[in-house]
């Protein structure tokens, strides 16, 4: 696979402009008949958006986070599902950041800049809870590893090159194994069936007996000794793909309003898009959306004050900018999608039309990480000056 290498900012924010126009008039096609965009992720990979946050040393453009959000925010206006696909791609190419060293960083970064997709074996079912981790990581006696568990909620594992596995290691610390997608052991089943988010293809993958070598291991454990940015990034493209959903629904409310709807017979306008009542419904969700986009941007920038000057203080910052922005972005892109309904009238809810496409995405999508546990975060740092906990999901 070849991938352009895209040089900055400007060019990534128009690369995904233009993505995402092309992508918008199959995705109501792609979501009811389940068609899995393989297509459209080939072109996400050749145009070379997945490696813009590769460093600058190692040939890539190391984008704003300001931009990336932005990025994922006009993927996900056009196609929830395929904005979520690679959300784990840019969270593990942070990994390699963060963790790898220099031997690693090397040939991952020069694997992103071809194209190469990262997947996602992250979450397990049937365990305590989501940090309950028991996939194990086994010392061999030539110093490689073997890998051997299940995993659920595999996102872009089916479309991905690498499979970044999360599992515990002897010591029982937490490591990220770098697995091709064809290793003799692994198989990614997909077995994906929710309601919204059809074509992530986000199902198992079992891991058996996978040889890993040594040098495809990075000790992510460490990640959250020290003040961090993993769960800020990570947490920011959720709130991006969120916003993207409410925009999305929006703007889509709001052709079938003008082009299709009829007015109220008690409003006396002659068109849908001329009733008052109407257009105020419009009025109100239309500030939702735009301050779901402002708490974004807002966040994105925090993260990046934080990239440039990493303390305690701006980790933490950036850790509640980003739970405010994805707190708000998540009853936002609820409450838009749901109320395209309420303005486009009776024949909206037409199967055959797919529009309830956006709240199905946005419903599946929200219940990723519960918003009230961010608010908590929140309301104690602001109240008792307690800082956010290190870990992945705020």
Known sequence: MTATVITDDAEALAVAAELADDFRPGAARRDAERVLPRAELDRLSASGLLGVTVPAEHGGADVRQETLAEVFRLLASADASLAQIPQSHFVYVNVIRRQGDPRQRKFFFAEVLAGRRLGNAQSEAGTRHVQDIRTRLEAAPDGSYVLTGVKQYSTG??????????????????????????????????????????????????????????????????????????????????????????????????????????PWFESGAATAAEDPLVIQRFGELAVQVRATEALLGAAARAVDAARDDLTETSAAEASIAVAAAKAHAAGTAVEVSGALFEVAGTRSALDSLNLHRHWRDARTHTLHDPARWKIQHIGRYVLNGTLPPRHGLL
């Open 157 to 262: 594992a089916l479309f991905a090159d690498w499979i970044p596995v999360l599992a515990r290691a002897d010591d029982d610390n937490l490591h990220v194994a770098y697995v091709p997608r064809d290793a003799d052991g692994v198989t990614v089943v997909d077995d994906w069936d929710g309601m919204g988010q059809r074509t992530t293809a986000s199902g198992t993958v079992r891991l058996d007996a996978v040889t890993v070598p040594a040098d495809r291991v990075l000790p992510h454990h460490l990640t959250f000794r020290e003040p961090q940015l993993h769960g800020a990034v990570a947490q920011l493209l959720h709130a991006a793909i969120d916003a993207g959903i409410a925009a999305g629904a929006l703007r889509e409310a709001a052709e079938f309003v003008r082009t299709k709807s009829r």
